[in-house]
Nanobody, 120 residues
Framework: QVQLVESGGGLVQPGGSLRLSCAVN????????MTWYRQAPGKTRELVAS???????NYADSVSGRFTISRDNAKNTMYLQMNSLRPEDTAVYYC??????????????WGQGTQVTVSS
């Protein structure tokens, strides 16, 4: 089975920083792209940032300039460096991977989410 495991969430004060990780475990042939989403209470899930296997990145306007997405292809791991955090960044953050398994089946997978709370 393919599993995505997020980590790095927690409680941080406004202006602080957190680094989220998403590790992809399983029999993976290649990961085409990975994306961070978030969902705040009472809100729909929104795209935060994405990165392709070629390194191209895309950010939501609300996080551009503050968040940085990256990936370590050798480790099948994606990161989200979050700086200058604001209370409105509070949400459950989910990772998603578009990948091909070693059996050559391509599909996307979701992690279980990690809570980020920005509060004083």
């Amino acid at each position: 089975q393919v599993q995505l495991v997020e980590s790095g969430g927690g409680l941080v004060q406004p202006g602080g920083s957190l680094r989220l990780s998403c590790a992809v475990n399983g029999r993976i042939f290649t990961i085409y792209g990975m994306t961070w989403y978030r969902q705040a209470p009472g809100k729909t899930r929104e795209l935060v940032a994405s990165i392709t296997n070629g390194g191209s990145t895309n950010y939501a306007d609300s996080v551009s300039g503050r968040f940085t997405i990256s990936r370590d292809n050798a480790k099948n791991t994606m990161y989200l460096q979050m700086n200058s955090l604001r209370p409105e960044d509070t949400a459950v953050y989910y990772c998603n991977a578009d990948l091909m398994r070693t059996d050559l089946v391509r599909r996307n997978y979701w992690g279980q989410g990690t809570q980020v709370t920005v509060s004083s």
